[in-house]
Structure formats: C-alpha cells, structure tokens
C-alpha cells in the first residue's frame, strides 16, 4: 500500500485512541446489588462494540491530521505502442495558413492544423508514452515521456498560442533527443515525431551531438514538413547551381541530413491538413510494437477518506447515546 503520513509527530496521538478502554460512555446507576441478574451476553456485546467504534473514530481524526496519503508508485505495465517526442515548429510562419496568409476563418493555420490532428493521433494511441517539445528562438519544454494522456493533450493544446519568430531547429532537436536520455532500457519504438513547415541551418556543434545521440539513443525519426504554397520542396533542386546550398534551400540540406544520419527516417511533404492527416496514419500504423514500460502513480491523499470515517464512526457513537435507556 505504501503508506505514509505528512506530520509523523502527529501520530503520538494515537495513544488517545485507548481512553475508551477505560469508560465506554454508558451512563450508571446505583443498585444495591446486581448479582443475582444473569450474564446479558448481548450487553457485552454491544459495550464491547461501542468501545471499538470509539477507538476507530480517534485513530481516523488522528491520521486525517497527520495527513494520510499512499505515496508515490510504480506499476509495471505491457501493451502496443511506442515512445514518442512530438517536435513542434512553433515559428511564425506556423501561424499562418498554408497559402501564407493570416487564417480568416474560411481556413485554419498551419499550427492549429497541427494541434487538432496531432489530438486525434494522441487519442488513437492508447498505450504509448509521448513526450511534448516546442522550438522557435529557442527549445520550448512542453510535457516530459508519460503514458498520461489528458496530460499529453493538454501540452499539445497549448502549442497554438500565438508563435515566436525565428527557427532554431538545432536546439528543438537537441531537446527532443534529451528526452530519451537516463531512460531504463525498454521495449518499443523510440520516436521523434517532428512537425514544421520550414527549416534551418544544423549549426557543426549541434550535428556532432544529433549524429552521436541519434544512433546511440535507437532513435526513429519522422518528418511531416507543412509546405507553403510555392516554398522549396524537400526533394527540389535548384536550376541555378550556386542557390544549391544549405543557406538558400534549407529544407532540401535538412532532408539529407537527417537521411545521413544512419537511423530509420522517413519524410512528409505535407501542402495541406489531409496530406498531414494521411502522413499521420501511416506512423499510426507503422509503429505498434509490443511495449514495456513502468507507470509512475503521484501521491494520492487519504485524509478527506479518514476524515468522513470518523464522521461516520461519531455519528454511531451520537445514535447510541441518543438511544440509551434512562432511568
């Protein structure tokens, strides 16, 4: 059960629980002599009752105040699924629909696309541990792996609020990789799911740590890259051979390398929210591996529970007194 108290000192009180041992709170009267009257077993009984129902309602106000909880657990649990980093572009551009465009009303941005079918993807997903990263400026911590889904839902609900200005994808992925880190060992797929629309320069110090911890991490990589109307594709090269650079085709550069890397990786040229949708079957479908993984419970405060048992006990003890017989 894994019981534990918030004030320990509070528990010495418990040696009060004892006093009705020594008066059970029936009202006497004198006779000259009882002797004669025979052993009324169910008397016994019920005084015997009265005395442990008095016992039980001071052990529950004492542990209500000592502040009862079942501490912190772990429960191992085994289903179909995968651990998965959401990486979230939250640039500007993100804001707007796929023609460019400040959304209007006749058609949604590109990050509350993102958002309500990422929600949909999360629901489907029932035994998976997913994870919450954002970048822009800089790396923006969402929701850490849990198999909490409300939560998980709720971080990704908040990643269409209103977008900082500028990519910096090496951090976000930096980010994104960290979270795998000090994990146990376990089964199933461990996934970085990102979502963009644009891309950016992987400065040299960043690549050697994405490269190093990628492979060491087994991770899975996906891309679902939002395209603008007339942006660059991924797969696009320039007719101009000098704009055949990391500088002025970001998104062609970040393509190969991620496929440089060595790990599984897989693209999504996504140029509206039915392509994004489809591209987010697939990886539903493509990662259900059978998953082991340990389930954290948070503490769980037991002190209202005591504090109705003891009114429940009192309330006993009330109806008793109430009903006693008087001369």
Not at 177 to 184: D, E, G, Y
Not at 186 to 201: N, Y
Request: net charge neutral.
């Amino acid at each position: 059960m894994n019981l534990t108290v918030d004030y320990p000192w509070v528990l010495f009180a418990l040696v009060l629980s004892f006093l009705p041992l020594f008066n059970n709170g029936v009202s006497h009267s004198r006779y000259p002599s009882i002797d004669i009257i025979p052993a009324d077993t169910f008397s016994i009984f019920f005084s015997a009752l009265i005395k442990v129902i008095a016992m039980a309602a001071i052990t529950c106000l004492v542990l209500a105040l000592a502040g009862l909880n079942r501490g912190k657990q772990s429960q191992e649990r085994i289903g179909y699924g995968a651990h998965i980093v959401l990486l979230l572009d939250r640039s500007k551009s993100m804001d707007y629909t796929y023609a460019g465009k400040a959304p209007d009303g006749s058609e949604e941005s590109k990050a509350s696309a993102a958002k309500r079918l990422l929600i949909d993807f999360i629901n489907k997903r029932q035994h998976d541990r997913i994870g919450v990263a954002g970048y822009s400026t800089s790396p923006l911590f969402f929701m850490p792996l849990t198999e909490n889904k409300q939560a998980a839902l709720a971080a990704v609900s908040a990643t269409d609020l209103p977008a900082l200005a500028y990519t910096n994808i090496s951090k976000g992925l930096t980010m994104g990789l960290s979270f795998f880190q000090q994990q146990s060992s376990q089964t199933g797929s461990r996934i970085i799911l990102m979502v963009s629309d644009g891309a950016a320069v992987v400065d040299p110090e960043s690549e050697a740590t994405i490269r190093r911890w990628a492979k060491q991490l087994n991770i899975r990589l996906y891309w679902i890259f939002m395209r603008s109307e007339n942006s660059p594709g991924l797969y696009e090269k320039p007719e101009d051979p000098r704009d055949d650079n990391a500088g002025a085709m970001p998104e062609r550069y970040l393509h190969l390398f991620f496929t440089s890397l060595g790990i599984p990786y897989k693209a999504y040229q996504a140029e509206n929210p039915d392509a994004v949708q489809q591209a987010i079957n697939d990886i539903n479908k493509l990662e259900n591996m059978p998953l082991h993984y340990v389930e954290k419970i948070p503490k769980q405060d037991l002190s209202t529970q005591c504090y109705l048992l003891a009114t429940f006990f009192i309330s006993l003890l009330l109806a008793f007194k109430l009903a006693e017989a008087r001369p």
